[in-house]
């Protein structure tokens, strides 16, 4: 798409320079230059040349004598000699005359001007040609810009996309069926408003796009302008917070200015609750003037124009909770339409519109690739297609292959892997049994994902092994008995060292973290306790943004909540330690082949753990053969 990017005030870089330029010329350059037009002469000469009465003006101050020759074309300068008593005398009698500025011979007046006044003026001249030539260069009329005082300041940032044909279109975004489905009445209304206009339907005039980051929201705003090849004036809620108080406000009447003069138009603001937060109660005291302000002009101008002028505002956050209920109310933004995080279809079609845009190989599996970034967003699967790419240059190839995919996965996860983080050898061990411990775990219950690979290669992000489970297909629904199961499982890792090593390493406070964290939840959130039922004991702020829970309960609550937590977390590790124990053998003999191989697929960990139990060499057959 054509994008015109309005520079971000060149024109007030020019002028910190051009003040810069000036401050360096007039403090350092100008009286350097006076200094090199006065010729240093020696004592001596100053008086053979007041003998030879050769000195024109004279000016003497407390450490230097100035002086000019008989025409006045040169001036001098030399020191003071204590001594010299007739000095003054022989000076007059040479006819030299005294005088006071020969150093300064122009007037103060004409010097200010012609060191500060005239070069203001010309670097200004300068400024309003250079800012003239930009403006033609964007096509866009001056008189706007000029009319917002010095600098362009209030004057809004905003981005306009140029209509143009290869803009983004709805085949771009993939999954989010519901959300296009959403939009499309939008795109409809702009491209043929009449036919809204003729029965009197007016279209809302704003629509909010709610979802987590990365979820595709800004893609759909501009894939609506794409699709109804109208402009795009997009910019986000920050940019409008200004340092100075009503800024803001001129900004977004500058916006609406300019998207009225463009209608039929989208106007996309990404972030609204960097502005569209709720306002506090008493404001003045503690409130942000200049975000309040900011609103209550976006405010104004949604209502101060008509639902069909052909201005659609569609705006984007992830925090819809916290936006002002004057914002969300019938008549601004009235319409919501959720972006949530892609399911597994969602997820594979990005992944394909995204491997469209690399060399890719033939048989990549997309539908597995899918499966294992389970929960990832749309920005984080471009990232994955992106990151396979990276890598199949770095190993020299041509395209990117299925292992390419995979291991980005793990990279966009996980972290790189950590290529000089070595381990010694017990702590290699100790990891592998931490990791077999979690697989085995999984892989003995019910109601767990299949393992799909274990690795103790450590990675940047801190990790120093971890178990990847894949899920089969899409999951909504949870049951208690799949929380409990991967309760276990997290526990399983420690419980492996226990069983091994008959102690416990830090290796565990990540799993221990999560494992609390379901625990807690499936008491306070999913009334799966029996103490406690159906009740809601916690509730959930900014359930986009992972979800900060707030307890809503007594103090003894809480303590039993605590309590319940422990015992719940206590009764699966248990669990996990009755598992490991009674497969010691086959936790020992993959531990030793993950230490030896490091990285083992889910193939191999089955294969060994399906292996019918080898028969020591020296064992005696059940029912020997009587010799022949
Ligand atoms: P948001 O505005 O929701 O934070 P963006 O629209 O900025 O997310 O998405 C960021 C990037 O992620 C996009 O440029 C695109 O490459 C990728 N992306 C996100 N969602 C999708 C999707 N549904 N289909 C294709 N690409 C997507």
Redesign the pocket.
Request: charged letters at 20%; a negative charge; hydrophobic letters at 40%.
């Given at each position: 798409m054509d994008e015109i990017k309005e520079p971000k005030r060149p024109l007030l870089t020019f002028y910190i320079i051009a003040l810069i330029v000036l401050f360096v010329l007039n403090l350092v350059a100008v009286p350097m230059y006076h200094t090199s037009q006065i010729q240093e002469v020696d004592y001596g000469t100053f008086m053979q040349m007041t003998e030879d009465k050769e000195i024109g003006n004279v000016q003497i101050e407390s450490n230097k004598i100035v002086f000019t020759n008989s025409d006045d074309s040169q001036m001098y300068e030399t020191g003071i000699m204590e001594q010299d008593y007739g000095l003054v005398d022989r000076l007059a009698a040479s006819g030299a005359k005294f005088s006071t500025e020969i150093v300064e011979q122009t007037s103060p007046f004409v010097s200010f001007l012609v060191s500060w006044v005239v070069p203001i003026l010309l670097f200004m001249l300068i400024g309003y040609w250079m800012r003239r030539q930009l403006m033609k260069s964007m096509g866009g009329d001056n008189s706007m810009m000029f009319g917002t005082g010095a600098g362009g300041l209030g004057r809004s940032n905003a981005r306009v996309y140029v209509k143009s044909s290869d803009g983004i279109r709805f085949s771009?975004?993939?999954?989010?069926e519901e959300a296009k489905d959403n939009l499309k009445e939008i795109v409809s209304y702009l491209k043929d408003p009449s036919k809204y206009k003729e029965i009197g339907a007016s279209m809302p005039k704003g629509v909010l796009l709610v979802?987590p980051?990365?979820?595709?929201?800004?893609?759909?705003a501009k894939a609506v302008a794409g699709e109804a090849d109208v402009p795009f004036f997009s910019m986000s809620g920050s940019e409008f917070v200004e340092m100075f108080v009503g800024m803001g406000a001129s900004k977004v009447r500058d916006l609406f200015k300019q998207a009225k003069e463009k209608a039929p138009c989208i106007v996309f603001i990404?972030e609204i609750d960097a502005i569209g937060q709720k306002r506090s109660a008493g404001s003045g005291y503690g409130g942000n003037d200049e975000r309040e302000q900011t609103l209550n002009q976006l405010l104004t101008e949604m209502d101060g124009f008509e639902g069909n002028t052909g201005v659609i505002i569609l705006a984007?956050t992830n925090r819809p909770e916290s936006l002002d209920p004057a914002l969300t109310r019938p008549g601004r933004f009235d319409r919501r339409v959720p972006?949530e995080l892609?399911d597994l279809k969602?997820r594979e079609?990005?992944l394909k519109?995204?491997a469209k845009k690399i060399r890719i190989a033939d048989n990549i599996d997309f539908n597995k690739i899918a499966r294992m970034a389970a929960g990832a967003?749309?920005?984080e699967?471009?990232n994955i297609v992106n990151e396979a790419a990276l890598r199949a240059v770095r190993q020299g190839r041509k395209f990117a292959t299925q292992e390419d995919m995979e291991e980005s996965i793990e990279v966009v996860i996980a972290g790189y892997q950590k290529k000089n983080a070595i381990l010694s050898d017990k702590e290699k061990l100790v990891v592998s049994y931490h990791e077999v411990g979690h697989a085995l775990v999984a892989a003995m219950q019910d109601h767990t994902a299949p393992v799909q690979k274990i690795t103790i290669i450590p990675r940047t992000s801190g990790a120093l092994g971890y178990t990847m489970q894949v899920d089969k297909g899409n999951h909504y629904l949870v049951s208690r008995e799949e929380l409990l199961a991967d309760i276990a499982t997290l526990t399983g890792g420690r419980a492996a060292e226990e069983v091994e090593f008959n102690s416990m390493s830090t290796g565990a406070s990540n799993d221990i973290e999560k494992a609390t964290k379901v625990a807690r939840e499936m008491i306070t959130r999913y009334g799966m306790s029996e103490d406690f039922g159906m009740v809601a004991l916690e509730t959930v702020q900014n359930q986009y943004l992972g979800g900060d829970a707030s307890l809503a309960c007594s103090p003894e609550t809480q303590t039993k909540i605590d309590r319940q937590v422990v015992a719940l977390v206590e009764q699966q590790h248990q669990k996990a330690l009755k598992i490991l124990r009674d497969n010691k053998q086959k936790l020992d003999e993959i531990a030793k082949f993950l230490y030896e191989k490091e990285t083992i697929t889910g193939d191999e960990f089955m294969e060994i753990l399906n292996r019918k139990p080898e028969i020591p060499e020296n064992a005696q057959p059940q029912n020997p053969q009587p010799n022949a």
């Open positions: 771009d975004v993939a999954g989010e979802g980051p990365g979820t595709g929201k800004t893609m759909l990404d984007a972006v892609p969602g079609d990005i519109v995204h967003s749309g920005a699967l471009a």
